[in-house]
């Protein structure tokens, strides 16, 4: 078994632990141009939610692998479920959880598409529930500068040099032949909800992978594993408070997601 991917805890485990943060990773089933596999934004997020329960006493937990990649649909593989059934998905794991005495849920999400769970999230704290979404912007933003990382956020949209270094870092295997010479740049997507990515790119990517590499993958899931430590504070924090000012966030170049998606 993977335990990248499938958490192998058993029940004492669990209960030994005594995390009262679970951590949902949330991916997607998509194109990723002929040098990523479909299921990359699920690696993504599984990679990431590894490096926080590395890191964090959390109760991990297995991946929600099909998302809202309606955007991808031009091309062969990709599945998508309605953001209707994603919010239903996440808020039943959040209502089981709370069940079994797990009060806090952080969802990992590997595609920016999945839109909908930056309203998910809303709606749960707005009923004094403890949810939060991760990475923000300005996590990804961090972990791009600690690791080197020359594309912007905007620009490193999908399998671009992110994508590509995790990859290369956590499944070198999967990553295809070819990505030296994949590099796409569409910057202007403002039509991308009508249009869908086939109306700015061929290949299905938008970024520059040929820059990727397993050392800037490295680095960047070690600074997304030092954000999380706001996010676990903000969450076990007996009576909440104003959350304080990540170190990059201030500057900044990176936007909520609203004009496109990265992943």
């Given amino acids: 078994m993977d335990v990248s ?27 990723h141009g002929p040098h990523l ?37 031009d091309w062969p593989g990709t599945v998508s479920i309605s953001a209707v059934t994603l919010h239903a998905v996440v808020r039943d794991i959040a209502d089981s959880l709370r069940r079994s005495g797990v009060g806090a849920l952080v969802v990992v999400n590997g595609h920016g598409g999945n839109y909908v ?4 999230v809303q709606e749960s704290s707005a009923r004094g529930e403890r949810m939060a979404l991760f990475p923000a912007a300005e996590d990804w933003e961090t972990a791009r500068r600690r690791a080197g990382v020359v594309t912007s956020l905007l620009t490193d949209m999908h399998a671009g040099e992110i994508e590509t270094s995790i990859l290369l870092h956590k499944h070198p295997e999967l990553v295809r032949p070819g990505y030296e010479a994949a590099d796409f740049v569409a910057d202007d997507r ?45 969450l076990t924090a007996e009576t909440a408070g104003t959350p304080s000012t990540s170190e990059g966030s201030d500057d900044s170049e990176a936007s909520d997601g609203s004009d496109g998606e990265r992943g």
């Fill in 37 to 73: 596999p479909l299921a990359t934004d699920t690696l993504v997020a599984c990679a990431v939610a590894r490096a926080v329960a590395d890191a964090y006493p959390v109760h991990l937990l297995p991946p929600v692998t099909i998302g809202c990649s309606h955007e991808h649909a």
């Fill in 5 to 31: 991917l499938v958490p192998a805890d058993t029940s004492d485990d669990v209960r030994e632990r005594g995390s009262g943060v679970a951590v949902l990773p949330v991916g997607s089933f998509e194109q």
């Fill in 190 to 234: 403002r039509h991308l909800l009508s249009l869908g990515m086939s109306a700015y790119t061929d290949s299905g990517v938008i970024g520059r992978p040929s820059l990727g590499s397993a050392e800037k993958g490295k680095e960047l899931l070690a600074s997304l594993a030092d954000s999380f430590g706001e996010y676990v504070s903000l």
């Fill in 117 to 120: 769970l930056g309203n998910v």
